[in-house]
């Protein structure tokens, strides 16, 4: 089983929608959770990071957060073409990180 | 701003050919990684150190050695380059985690793009 796992899409939705991107990991250690947005040929850049159960927003995106059900979610609120990217879940368990394959999403304008 | 960054954008060498990649980070981070990324296989850890002279094989290593002499400063050498190492290099660093603080972010360089013929 992999570490952390994630729907690889392709994911569509007009421009003003409600994008949701879903994560689950397997290690019920895991201390702190981060969201990649991946554009096509660049690094992964570091959005938005949650360490407690729940929902931390910031601007368009809220990370949710379930560690009895193990999994962590990417709401982008007001879905913009420039949005459209590969979007990389990751957990930290002590010294490492675990990455998902990413999810492919595309804003239709 | 945090900075990390990584010696070539795009490299093209031939087989057999030893291969350094150069990686700085500005951020006084302990901790430091490579990983190769391919489609459909994601992002895969090569090697991480957590101190200056330590380093941790990741999940894919044969092939690559590491070098970390200063803190800010960590290497990934191809010994002799093979056509399927060719692949998106790279490199990142972050604060170890730390329960107080639970600030454990990774930051990625630009990547460099190896070619070997």
């Known amino acids: 089983q992999k570490e952390v796992e994630q729907n690889s899409g392709p994911l569509s939705v007009p421009e003003g929608a409600i994008a949701s991107l879903n994560c689950t990991y397997s290690d019920r250690g895991s201390q702190s959770f981060f969201w990649y947005r991946q554009y096509s040929g660049k690094s992964p850049e570091l959005i938005m990071f949650?360490?407690?159960?729940g929902d931390k927003e910031d601007g368009r995106f809220t990370a949710q957060l379930n560690k009895a059900s193990q999994y962590v979610s990417l709401l982008i609120r007001d879905s913009q073409p420039s949005d459209s990217a590969t979007y990389l879940c990751a957990v930290n368990t002590g010294n490492q990180f675990y990455f998902g394959t990413g999810t492919s999403l595309t804003v239709i304008p | 701003d945090v900075k990390v960054t990584q010696s070539s954008r795009y490299l093209v060498k031939r087989t057999g050919e030893k291969v350094f990649l150069e990686c700085v980070q500005d951020?006084?981070?302990?901790?430091m990684f490579w990983y190769r990324q391919d489609p459909g296989l994601g992002l895969r850890l090569i090697y991480f150190s957590y101190d200056v002279k330590m380093k941790e094989k990741g999940d894919i290593p044969e092939g690559y050695s590491v070098s970390r002499e200063k803190k800010e400063r960590f290497s990934l050498i191809l010994e002799s380059a093979s056509t399927n190492q060719t692949s998106m290099y790279l490199c990142?660093?972050?604060?170890?985690?730390?329960?107080?603080?639970?600030?454990?972010?990774?930051?990625f360089g630009p990547g460099t793009r190896l070619t070997v013929t």
């Open positions: 951020m006084d981070h302990e901790n």
């Open positions: 949650i360490y407690s159960n």
């Open positions: 990142a660093s972050s604060l170890p985690p730390d329960r107080g603080r639970l600030k454990a972010e990774q930051y």
